[in-house]
Antibody, heavy 124, light 106 residues
Framework: QVQLVQSGAEVKKPGASVKVSCKAS????????MHWVRQAPGQGLEWMGI????????SYAQKLQGRVTMTRDTSTSTVYMELSSLRSEDTAVYYC?????????????????WGQGTLVTVSS | EIVMTQSPATLSVSPGERATLSCRAS??????LAWYQQKPGQAPRLLIY???TRATGIPARFSGSGSGTEFTLTISSLQSEDFAVYYC????????FGQGTKVEIK
């Protein structure tokens, strides 16, 4: 079955960068798009961006433009999310999730399934 | 950006009772609306997509309705495993989530 396994928890200082991985299995890696979503403690869900594992093209939430970079390694079926210039407000659980396609002229697609999440703590 | 507003923030329900959750979009999203369930310490799980289609393996007690800007998730008879936080998501124009409704035991 489709499975997404993320890397372990990270603790970073303000101003540093973090790179979180998401290893996919159970399907053809280049067939589906991968998203990153984050959730601050006790808060809701925030979409961060999307990567096409086939060609590597990306789109990011405007709020994070310039600080987030999503990449992929097709040889290991792994997607990476790197967030730079970390601040305390970036403390959150970061999830990867799949959508079966990007967006058509009439709609985009929901997310299913999700990875287990990676806690990133930013603290001095 | 399309803003999604969920109500109520918290819903207290007794096991076996019906729960009705609401989600409103700031502009029409057609039927491009999904519902997710999230339990403590777990990732969200897709329940409903296309406003009313249950995802694979989701019990029939979960149903979704609505289109345009007004949507409803109904849980017909709450089981112990249904107490969780529920999020709506529009995917008509990129992706945005509501702030969630917590369904707690009354």
């Amino acid at each position: 079955q489709v499975q997404l396994v993320q890397s372990g928890a990270e603790v970073k200082k303000p101003g540093a960068s973090v790179k979180v991985s998401c290893k996919a299995s159970g399907y053809t890696f280049t067939s589906y798009y991968m998203h990153w979503v984050r959730q601050a403690p006790g808060q809701g869900l925030e979409w961060m961006g999307i990567i096409n594992p086939s060609g590597g093209s990306t789109s990011y939430a405007q709020k994070l433009q310039g600080r987030v970079t999503m990449t992929r390694d097709t040889s290991t079926s792994t997607v990476y999310m790197e967030l730079s210039s970390l601040r305390s407000e970036d403390t959150a659980v970061y999830y990867c999730a799949i959508s079966h396609n990007y967006c058509s002229s009439t709609s985009c697609y929901p997310f299913d399934p999700w990875g287990q999440g990676t806690l990133v703590t930013v603290s001095s | 950006e399309i803003v999604m507003t969920q109500s109520p923030a918290t819903l207290s329900v007794s096991p076996g009772e019906r729960a009705t959750l609401s989600c409103r979009a700031s502009q029409s999203v057609s039927s491009n609306l999904a519902w997710y369930q999230q339990k403590p310490g777990q990732a969200p799980r897709l329940l409903i997509y296309g406003a009313s289609t249950r995802a694979t393996g989701i019990p029939a007690r979960f149903s979704g309705s609505g289109s345009g800007t007004e949507f409803t998730l109904t849980i017909s008879s709450l089981q112990s495993e249904d107490f969780a936080v529920y999020y709506c998501q529009q995917y008509n124009n990129w992706w945005t989530f509501g702030q969630g409704t917590k369904v707690e035991i009354k």
